[in-house]
């Protein structure tokens, strides 16, 4: 099933340009924040990084850049609108569809550049309460450092340098210098990331609820670099007069 701006439709009978990522290919991922599990996951749509640092924004393209102006696509969480997706445990994502081209419009003109649906897990009937757990631990370096000289080589080419242009050479004793600090190692480090999500949920026929709970640290190959996240999050929904009602609950605390 796919939702869209007026309702769902299954897959097979959508006409419009909209993609798809569920549940199961976010959590394949580990991300940290949710638009890097949309990574070359749909056509069309970019992801791009603000900074390195850790947990630091991303820029979501649909399409290509139509403005001058903003943008950013509208982003709708369960109906609401949201501005910053850091706030959102990627573990709690039911699906994300992606709509691309005019079936965007029924929101208006703030969707002009696309559109970014997020449903979140809800309760399932089930005749036991259903808990899950998920635990991640990575660490990340440096791909590439940039190769210096060490302080003996440097002051050797140095004094060449000056020689050659007539000066005299400013390292009278090279033999001292030894390896000298390459101020890389003073800077760079491993970076480790952990992850933990534990989630409860349960319903009947009349009533469904989850909760869950789930805490981020990222530490980044720089040694001030870091990002933490704690997450809270209830959501449910029940049926009143005879199913002709439906009342939903979302809760979300970062």
Do not use: C
């Amino acid at each position: 099933v796919v939702v869209i701006g007026y309702g769902s439709s299954t897959k097979k009978e959508i006409t419009g340009a909209v993609s798809i990522v569920k549940a199961e290919e976010v959590a394949k991922l580990n991300p940290n924040r949710l638009e890097q599990a949309l990574q070359g996951q749909s056509a069309g749509v970019q992801i791009s990084s603000q900074s390195g640092s850790p947990g630091g924004g991303y820029n979501i393209r649909i399409r290509g850049i139509s403005t001058n102006g903003d943008n950013n696509p509208l982003i709708l969480v369960d109906g609401v609108r949201y501005a910053d997706l850091s706030a959102l445990d990627p573990y709690s994502i039911e699906s994300i569809n992606i709509l691309k081209d005019a079936s965007a419009s029924i929101y208006g003109v703030q969707a002009a550049n696309g559109v970014v649906l997020i449903t979140t897990k809800k309760g399932t009937k089930s005749d036991k309460p259903v808990i899950d757990f998920h635990a991640y631990v990575g660490t990340q370096s440096s791909a590439r450092r940039i190769p210096v000289l060490n302080a003996t080589e440097y002051a050797i080419l140095s004094n060449e340098a000056h020689a050659n242009g007539g000066q005299t050479p400013p390292f009278n004793v090279i033999s001292d210098l030894g390896e000298g600090t390459d101020w890389q190692d003073e800077v760079f480090q491993t970076g480790m990331g952990t992850d933990q999500s534990l989630s409860l949920q349960g319903g009947t026929e009349k009533y469904n609820l989850r909760g869950s709970m789930g805490y981020t640290s990222q530490t980044g190959t720089i040694l001030t670099s870091r990002f933490e996240r704690a997450t809270y999050s209830i959501g449910g929904s029940t049926k009143l007069f005879n199913d002709n009602l439906k009342i939903d609950l979302n809760a979300n605390i970062a």
